[in-house]
């Protein structure tokens, strides 16, 4: 879940972008950020600790990024320490990337299948998934031998489960139905 206030910070950020016609140069920012901080459990820690003085932070922003992100983005890091609000970063990053796609009518769907998709079945499902959302699906595959058979579906938060598991699991519900009866 993504705080308000992170979902505020990239809402804005993503309308200055498009006014200043950089949104494909801020994107790239914030997944660089992103990757950064994902993979940086010092710099998780650094961001959220309080006791580190925000001109502290500035500058070893500016060092860490330095020319690798644009000035919008630099300006955004700049704000968010002078305000005590560097924690936000990350949430701000996950908050833009989905408002980026959100502009570009992508949609993330997570597939599970019983078994590894081969690269022909993976562009079928994404095109008969893009024709039935009517958007640009960025898919994202993974394998489940659980499932025993068949494919979990997951849009947003609508789940469509055609899994043998899902199927066998509907039949015993059923079955024990019948024989209370």
Do not use: C, W
């Not at 920012?29 to 998780?44: G, P, Y």
């Not at 922003?61 to 924690?87: Q, V, Y």
């Not at 938060?157 to 139905?177: M, R, Y």
Request: proline share 1%.
């Amino acid at each position: 879940m993504i705080p308000k206030a992170a979902g505020r910070y990239a809402s804005a950020l993503l309308k200055t972008a498009l006014e200043k016609d950089i949104l494909d140069t801020v994107y790239g920012d914030m997944l660089l950020l992103q990757e950064t901080i994902d993979n940086s459990r010092d710099l998780q820690l650094f961001l959220k600790s309080p006791l580190i003085k925000k001109a502290v932070k500035i500058s070893a922003m500016d060092e860490i990024f330095g020319d690798k992100i644009s000035d919008l983005t630099k300006n955004l890091l700049h704000l968010l320490s002078e305000k005590s609000r560097e924690k936000l970063l990350h949430d701000i990053t996950r908050a833009f990337v989905a408002l980026h796609k959100a502009h570009h009518g992508i949609i993330d769907i997570d597939v599970e299948s019983a078994f590894e998709l081969n690269e022909d079945q993976v562009d079928e499902l994404k095109s008969k998934l893009e024709k039935s959302t009517g958007k640009t699906v960025d898919l994202h595959v993974s394998v489940n031998e659980e499932l025993m058979g068949g494919l979990k579906v997951r849009i947003d938060d609508t789940v469509i489960d055609g899994s043998v598991k899902h199927k066998l699991s509907q039949l015993k519900e059923e079955f024990k139905a019948a024989t209370v009866e």
